[in-house]
């Protein structure tokens, strides 16, 4: 299982300190995939990058780490391990729901635990999510120079940008609409997985992942279409690279 994850913290030092431990912590998969000394920061990395685990300090100039949680939707909100050196914030960390509370200096041994925690929210996150794919079609409303289509999720083969429009090709046609990717990723759910900034693909219709060197890829899907992912987009390579070898 690879975990994506992003530090917050104001102090320097401490976001570095606990990004060494994460990378000594080899019983996992993790990626380190952003850091930032504020909320502000937090927030552009939570929206860009779409971390599983927000590694989040409390006390920081301006707004706090529970300041932040008020701001952000809780359906969208990562997994959130509080990392602080106030213990009396404790019980109102784990009514925010947090998965861990975290006492600086943070031992390997107690990270150790914490990213256990994690995984097995992960775990139950994605049970949840593929019972209610399995319970009802996901579908989605696409508006096409004025032609409004609903497709089914399941049919959609991927989704690239091309300028300000997305381009969504699925199994018997290709449409042309004005939603973000982010949107488009969101409203799918399960049923799409994002290669790159600019592309997502359906796992069932990939039929093969090549290597081109530089820790980047060439996604072929069943219907000939080409798509290269990028390097931030790891994580999501593995995931397709082990439903392709399952």
Known sequence: MSIRCAIVDD?????????ILLERCEAFDLDVIGEAENVREAKTIMRRARPDVLF?????PGKSGFELLNDVDPDRRPLIVFVTAHPEH??????ASAVDYLL????????????????????EREAVSRSLAMARPVRILINDSGRRTLVDAANIVCIRAAGDYMCVTTRSDELVCRMTLDRLVHALGTQCIRVHRSA???????????????SRYRIVMDNGISLESSTRFRPSIRR??????G
């Open 11 to 19: 102090e320097k030092l401490a976001r570095e300190g606990l990004r």
């Open 56 to 60: 989040l300090d409390i006390n920081m």
């Open 90 to 95: 404790a019980v109102r960390g784990f009514d």
């Open 104 to 123: 600086k200096p943070v031992s390997d041994q107690r990270l150790t635990e914490s990213l256990r925690r994690v995984c097995q929210r992960i775990t």
């Open 200 to 214: 997502a693909v359906n796992p069932e219709f990939v039929r093969e992942i090549v290597s081109i060197g530089r």
């Open 240 to 245: 397709l690279a082990a439903r392709l070898s």
